[in-house]
């Protein structure tokens, strides 16, 4: 008698947990564990599996039929795209809004902000595809608003996403074209800024406005929503600050 009891009360347990599948923009991968975790100490019955990726990737993906429940993207465009779609549940909402800076291993003279770019020692220049990750073609704007891109394509080491961008700095390229979030990680600490980095002067691209979504084919509506709401909370927004965000 006690096994069967046992038993249905394993079942239950089972039937009432939930699981969303979140697709993240790469500059959030940074922050999503502790994201993650401080969602399951609310919500220790809802699993979260994490898909990153760039934005483009994964709004092409949703598109297709891809079984996301919630899209967090690294800008407006994309999440607002899915709803004018009729493929999200609403209209897209602002969690955070990230920032650009440039990043090296090897100590340079960061006094001279972005124009670093044109420098004769820096030959090789990490960015994101601007064709589908919001901070590559932010990248590209800051560039053109200073008036160097023409002079510092010819550089550029395209990667897929912005987490990938990161990678290419630390091992192939002089400089990258980051999102200042990653520097808040653990790997990233030990750099230090106007010796290994600095932000880009934010007035020389768009504000990254980064937005989400939840996706109207979730088959767990409620799961989702709950991750959509903490997303919004106070305890999600300390955390977002504590990885440079605004």
């Given at each position: 008698?006690?096994?069967?009891?046992?038993?249905?009360?394993?079942?239950?347990?089972?039937?009432?947990?939930?699981?969303?599948?979140?697709?993240?923009?790469?500059?959030?991968?940074?922050?999503?564990?502790?994201?993650?975790?401080?969602?399951?100490?609310?919500?220790?019955?809802?699993?979260?599996?994490?898909?990153?990726?760039?934005?483009?990737k994964l709004?092409?993906?949703?598109?297709?039929?891809?079984?996301?429940?919630?899209?967090?993207?690294?800008?407006?465009?994309?999440?607002?795209?899915?709803?004018?779609?009729?493929?999200?549940?609403?209209?897209?909402?602002?969690?955070?809004?990230?920032?650009?800076?440039?990043?090296?291993?090897?100590?340079?003279?960061?006094?001279?902000?972005?124009?670093?770019?044109?420098?004769?020692?820096?030959?090789?220049?990490?960015?994101?595809?601007?064709?589908?990750?919001?901070?590559?073609?932010?990248?590209?704007?800051?560039?053109?608003?200073?008036?160097?891109?023409?002079?510092?394509?010819?550089?550029?080491?395209?990667?897929?996403?912005?987490?990938?961008?990161?990678?290419?700095?630390?091992?192939?390229?002089?400089?990258?074209?980051?999102?200042?979030?990653?520097?808040?990680?653990?790997?990233?600490?030990?750099?230090?800024?106007?010796?290994?980095?600095?932000?880009?002067?934010?007035?020389?691209?768009?504000?990254?406005?980064?937005?989400m979504v939840?996706?109207?084919?979730?088959?767990?509506?409620?799961?989702?929503?709950?991750?959509?709401?903490?997303?919004?909370?106070?305890?999600?927004?300390?955390?977002?600050?504590?990885?440079?965000?605004?």
């Open positions: 008698m006690m096994k069967k009891v046992l038993l249905i009360t394993l079942l239950a347990l089972f039937a009432s947990a939930s699981q969303i599948k979140v697709a993240v923009a790469a500059n959030v991968s940074f922050a999503i564990d502790d994201i993650v975790s401080a969602f399951h100490s609310k919500y220790p019955d809802v699993k979260v599996a994490v898909i990153l990726g760039s934005s483009g709004n092409a993906q949703i598109k297709r039929g891809a079984p996301f429940d919630v899209f967090l993207a690294a800008n407006i465009r994309y999440p607002q795209d899915l709803f004018n779609n009729g493929l999200a549940t609403s209209r897209a909402k602002v969690y955070a809004q990230g920032g650009l800076a440039i990043f090296s291993v090897k100590k340079r003279d960061f006094s001279k902000g972005i124009y670093i770019a044109k420098e004769s020692s820096i030959s090789r220049i990490a960015i994101a595809n601007p064709d589908t990750a919001p901070y590559g073609k932010a990248t590209v704007e800051a560039l053109k608003n200073a008036k160097i891109y023409a002079k510092v394509k010819y550089k550029f080491a395209y990667a897929q996403s912005i987490s990938q961008t990161v990678q290419y700095a630390m091992t192939a390229a002089d400089i990258g074209f980051i999102a200042k979030s990653s520097l808040f990680s653990s790997k990233m600490k030990r750099f230090k800024k106007g010796i290994n980095w600095v932000v880009v002067d934010k007035n020389l691209y768009t504000p990254i406005k980064q937005a939840i996706i109207k084919a979730t088959k767990s509506p409620k799961a989702s929503k709950e991750f959509y709401d903490f997303i919004l909370s106070k305890d999600a927004k300390k955390i977002f600050k504590k990885y440079g965000y605004l």
